[in-house]
C-alpha cells in the first residue's frame, strides 16, 4: 500500500498482511483507480491528513471474500467503490456521512487489498476494465449528480461544459444520451476538435473568446443555455451566469478557478436561476448512473494509464493540464 506524509516526493510503500473480512465486510482485490483533483489536493500536501493515510477515493476491483451477513456480493464480482460510503441514499448528505471519505479522513485504495463494509461497493458496469470502473466513483457520479439527478436534461436542452476533465467529459457522454446539444469550452483548439468527436455540437476557446458566456447565448439564439455544468467555480461562475437562459441551471460542481470571487448575484435574481451545489452523491445514485451506462452504450476516456509506482508522474500529469479525460493507475 501506499501512504502520504505529504508531497508528492514523499509518498511510502508499506507491506502489511492481507486483512480478513468482518461480518458485513467484504475483501476486494483492487486493481485499479483514478486520479481526482481532490486527491491531488490531498497527495501535494494542501489538505494535511494522517501521515499513515493511504491515498486515494476511486478504486475498481474484484471481491476476494466477504464476510458473515453479506449477501449482495460474492468472490469474483467486480466491484466499484463508493465516494461517501456511508451516504447511501437520500438527497443531501449529513454532515457525518460527509466527513468519510477514502484517501482523506480514513484510507484509501492505493493498496492491493482492501477490507471495507460492503455498503462502501456497488457493482461494476458489466464489461467495463477495472480502471473504467474506478473512473466513476467520484468523476462520473459527480458529473451524473450535478447534471442528471439535479438538472434533469430534457430532449433539445442545451447543456454547457468546461474543460476536458473527466467530470466534463461524463457530463458531455450524459448529456447526448439524453438527446442535449452541447456547447464545451476549452483553451485548446485540438482539444475541442476532440470535443467535437465525442459529440459536442459547438465549441468555443475562451482564450480566444473571453467573454463566452455572451457567446453561448448567441449560439442559442439568444436564449441562453439550460444547463452549465460549472467546473471553474467563482473565477468563471460569472460567464456561465451570462450563458444561461431565465430559469436555467447551474451545477456548481468545482473551484479550479477560484475558491472565492465576485460573483454577479443580481444576475442570478434577474435571471432566476437554480444553482446546486455537487459533492459527488449517493450510493443510490451510483447505481443509477451504472444502469443508465450499461443501457447507452457509454464507456469512460482514459488518458493514460501509470502503474502505482509511478503515482506522483500521474500527479504531475495531471497537475499539467495536458491531459484529456481520466487519469488511471494500476495496482
Known amino acids: 500500500m501506499l501512504r502520504a506524509p505529504g508531497g508528492l516526493d514523499n509518498f511510502v510503500f508499506d507491506d502489511r498482511p492481507v486483512p480478513e473480512p468482518k461480518p458485513g465486510e467484504i475483501l476486494v482485490r483492487v486493481r485499479a483507480s483514478s486520479l ?8 501535494a500536501g494542501w489538505k494535511p491528513v494522517d501521515d499513515g493515510r493511504v491515498l486515494m477515493s476511486d478504486a475498481g476491483g474484484e471481491v476476494a471474500a466477504v464476510g458473515a451477513d453479506v449477501s449482495e456480493f460474492v468472490p469474483g464480482d467486480r ?13 443531501v448528505a449529513t454532515q457525518a456521512a460527509a466527513d468519510i471519505m477514502p484517501g482523506d479522513t480514513i484510507d ?12 462502501a461497493f456497488t457493482k461494476a458496469p458489466a464489461g467495463w476494465s477495472h480502471e473504467e470502473a474506478a473512473t466513476l466513483t467520484c468523476a462520473g457520479l459527480t458529473a451524473w449528480r450535478g447534471l442528471v439527478t439535479d438538472g434533469r436534461p430534457q430532449p433539445g436542452d442545451t447543456v454547457l461544459i468546461q474543460g476536458t476533465g473527466g467530470v466534463s467529459i461524463f457530463a458531455l457522454q450524459f448529456a447526448k444520451a ?4 452541447i456547447i464545451a469550452t476549452s483553451s485548446s483548439d485540438e482539444k475541442l476538435e476532440r470535443l467535437r ?4 455540437d459547438h465549441v468555443i476557446n475562451y482564450k480566444q473568446t473571453p467573454e463566452w458566456g455572451a457567446k453561448a447565448k448567441e449560439i442559442t439564439g439568444g436564449r441562453g443555455v439550460d444547463h452549465v455544468v460549472e467546473i471553474g467555480g467563482a473565477g468563471t461562475m460569472a460567464q456561465s451566469i451570462r450563458a444561461c437562459r431565465r430559469g436555467g441551471h447551474i ?10 470571487g465576485e460573483v ?3 444576475e442570478i435574481f434577474l435571471s432566476q436561476l437554480r444553482v446546486t451545489g455537487v459533492m459527488v452523491g449517493s450510493r443510490d445514485d451510483q447505481e443509477a448512473m451504472i444502469r443508465a451506462v450499461e443501457v447507452n452504450g457509454i464507456r469512460p476516456v482514459i488518458d493514460s494509464v501509470f502503474p502505482l509506482d509511478r503515482l506522483a508522474d500521474a500527479y504531475r500529469h495531471q497537475a499539467s493540464q495536458r491531459h484529456f479525460g481520466k487519469i488511471c493507475v494500476e495496482i
Open 36 to 43: 481526482n483533483f481532490h486527491d491531488y489536493v490531498v497527495a
Open 79 to 91: 466491484v466499484v467503490s463508493v465516494f461517501f460510503p456511508e451516504w447511501q441514499a437520500g438527497d
Open 108 to 119: 484509501g485504495f492505493a493498496s492491493e487489498y482492501v477490507v471495507a463494509p460492503a455498503r
Open 178 to 181: 439524453a438527446g442535449a446539444s
Open 197 to 200: 468527436s465525442l459529440g459536442a
Open 251 to 260: 451545477a456548481l460542481i468545482g473551484v479550479l478557478a477560484g475558491n472565492a
Open 264 to 266: 454577479p448575484t443580481f
